[in-house]
C-alpha cells in the first residue's frame, strides 16, 4: 500500500509540472498574438492616417491647380484647413524660399517659375540667382536657360529675342552665381538641364541684389510660384505626417526642349 502511495504522489507532480508547462507555453503564445494584434491595429490605423493626410494633399492640389484658389485665401470655400472629407486631417500651405531637387537625370531638365502664378503681376522681385548641383560620377554639365515672361492675358509668352542661354561645368563649379540677366519688375522661367552625367542635390534660390559674388542670405527671397503643403492626418491615436513641395502651377512639358530622335530611353518627370 505504501508503494502504491509513493506512485500516486509521483504521478500527481509530474502531471502539475506537466499543466505548468501547458500553461506557459499557451501564456506565452497569447502574448505573442495580442502583441501580433496590437501591431496589426497600429499598422492599420497608420495607413488610415496616411491616406487622410495623402487626400488632403491631393484635395489642395485639385483646388490650387485646378480651382485656381490662391493658396494665400484660407477659407471654407476656397482651401480649407480641413484638408478631408472623412476623418481627421489639417494642412498648411507656405511659399518657398529654395527650390531643391535630389537627382536630376542627363539630358532631362528641371523647371523652376519666378514669377507671381496667381495672377498677371509680372514682378517676381528677383535681381540674380544661384545653382548647387553636384556630378554623381563624370564630367557633369548644366545648361540653364533662363527665358523672360509675358504674363499678360491668359496666356504666357515668350517674347522673341528674350531667352539667354548659360552652360558651365558643374564638375568645375558646383555653386554658380548668375548676375546682370534678371530684373525685379519681370517674371522669368528658368529650365536647368544636365548634360553629360547626372546631377545630384540640387539646390535654387533667388536674391533680390545683384552684382554680388556671393548674395546675402537675407537677400533670398521667396519663390512666389513653389509651395510647400504640410499635412497631419489622424485616425484613432495614430498621427501620420506628410509634407509636399511643388509648383503651384504645373511646368510646362516639352515646351522649350523636345527630342528628334535619341538611342535611350526619353524620360520626363515633372
Not at 504521478?11 to 499557451?26: K, Q, R
Not at 490650387?64 to 485665401?73: A, M, T
Not at 491668359?154 to 552665381?177: A, D
Not at 548676375?179 to 552625367?197: E, F, G, H, K, R
Request: with cysteine; glycine share 4%.
Amino acid at each position: 500500500m505504501a508503494k502504491d502511495k509513493n506512485n500516486s504522489g509521483i504521478t500527481l507532480l509530474l502531471t502539475l509540472l506537466i499543466l505548468a508547462v501547458i500553461l506557459a507555453a499557451v501564456a506565452g503564445s497569447a502574448t505573442i498574438i495580442i502583441r501580433e494584434i496590437k501591431q496589426s491595429r497600429v499598422i492599420e490605423s497608420s495607413l488610415i492616417a496616411y491616406y487622410y493626410a495623402e487626400s488632403g494633399a491631393e484635395n489642395a492640389l485639385y483646388r490650387i491647380r485646378g480651382l485656381k484658389v490662391d493658396p494665400e485665401i484660407d477659407d471654407a470655400n476656397n482651401l480649407p484647413t480641413n484638408c478631408t472629407l472623412e476623418g481627421e486631417c489639417s494642412l498648411s500651405v507656405s511659399k518657398q524660399s529654395l527650390a531643391q531637387k535630389e537627382i536630376l537625370y542627363k539630358n532631362q531638365t528641371w523647371q523652376i517659375d519666378l514669377l507671381n502664378p496667381a495672377g498677371n503681376a509680372a514682378g517676381a522681385g528677383a535681381e540674380s540667382i544661384k545653382l548647387v548641383c553636384n556630378p554623381e560620377s563624370g564630367s557633369l554639365f548644366i545648361k540653364l536657360n533662363i527665358l523672360e515672361i509675358n504674363t499678360g492675358g491668359s496666356l504666357w509668352q515668350v517674347p522673341e529675342g528674350n531667352k539667354r542661354e548659360y552652360m558651365y561645368s558643374c564638375s568645375t563649379s558646383p555653386t554658380t552665381i548668375i548676375n546682370n540677366s534678371l530684373t525685379n519688375t519681370n517674371a522669368y522661367i528658368i529650365v536647368v538641364q544636365a548634360l553629360y552625367d547626372n546631377a545630384l542635390n540640387l539646390e535654387f534660390s533667388a536674391y533680390d541684389v545683384d552684382n554680388a559674388p556671393s548674395p546675402p542670405p537675407d537677400h533670398k527671397i521667396e519663390i512666389a510660384s513653389l509651395l510647400e503643403i504640410d499635412l497631419k492626418g489622424r485616425f484613432l491615436n495614430t498621427v501620420q505626417k506628410l509634407k509636399v513641395i511643388m509648383p503651384q502651377r504645373s511646368p510646362l512639358s516639352s515646351l522649350y526642349d523636345w527630342v528628334l530622335f535619341s538611342e535611350e530611353q526619353i524620360i520626363k518627370s515633372l
